[in-house]
């Protein structure tokens, strides 16, 4: 057990819906990461927050988006759904993010498995 | 463009065998190297290398780092069937941001 929670374990959705995964990073980890994991695409960084605030961002759409909270819990918000967009999403979580950090090791959550239908 | 190359993709090999994981890469920025093991959920973390030749050891499990010739190596010795997973080789990049570029991965079925 890596510390790092994520729900729901399972969502199924329709076509153009829209979705919240959530994630609660390691206690004192100030990173948050979020991948996703399709067959085709393997594991592919999206965003990364740091205390709140965003520090990079990678292959996400524009559909996509996501936000860390002041208790530094975090939720990937994905909407326009299309079939396209079934993955694994995992989130990971590091005490570095930002130069100053001692450590880069990234933890991950057990992921959320999205099934668009 | 960052790449990270795994190689073999499958390997199948019985109890007992040794296995050779190999990641090369080719980064402009290099931070650090990561392995990871992921069996049917998530990555579980195994070593971070950072500089060259110097051999990371848990168990059965060793990596090292060649940062002249841009790879790693991952070895298990003397496998078991729970060794049988997806072996993940990431790249870290220097820099204010710490995402993770990750290979396609090697898949290791260990048969008793």
């Known amino acids: 057990d890596s510390g790092v929670t994520q729900t729901p374990k399972h969502l199924i959705t329709a076509t153009g819906q829209r979705v919240t995964l959530r994630c609660s990073p390691r206690?004192?980890?100030?990173?948050v990461y979020w991948y996703q994991q399709s067959l085709d695409q393997g594991l592919q960084f999206l965003i990364q927050?740091?205390?709140?605030?965003?520090?990079a961002k990678g292959n996400i759409l524009e559909r996509f988006s996501a936000q860390q909270f002041p208790d530094l819990h975090s939720e990937l918000n994905l909407s326009s759904l299309e079939l396209g967009d079934s993955a694994l999403y995992f989130c990971a979580s590091s005490v570095a993010g930002a130069s100053g950090g001692n450590t880069d090791t990234q933890y991950f959550g057990p992921g959320t498995r999205l099934t668009v239908l | 463009e960052d790449k990270v190359v795994q190689s073999p993709l499958s390997l199948v090999v019985h109890e007992g065998d040794t296995v050779t994981l190999n990641c090369s890469y080719e980064?402009?920025?290099?931070?650090?190297l990561l392995w990871y093991k992921q069996e049917k959920k998530a990555p579980t973390f195994l070593f971070m290398l950072?500089?060259?030749?110097i051999e990371k050891k848990s168990g059965r499990l060793s990596s090292i780092l060649d940062k002249k010739e841009l790879f790693s190596i991952l070895n298990i010795t003397a496998t078991q069937t729970g060794d049988s997973a997806v072996y993940l080789c990431?790249?870290?990049?220097?820099?204010?941001?710490?995402?993770?570029?990750f290979g396609s991965g090697t898949q290791l079925t260990v048969l008793p």
């Open positions: 990431a790249l870290l990049l220097a820099g204010s941001a710490r995402q993770l570029t």
């Open positions: 927050y740091y205390n709140g605030e965003e520090r």
């Open positions: 206690s004192g980890d100030l990173s």
């Open positions: 980064v402009t920025n290099f931070r650090s």
């Open positions: 950072t500089s060259s030749g």
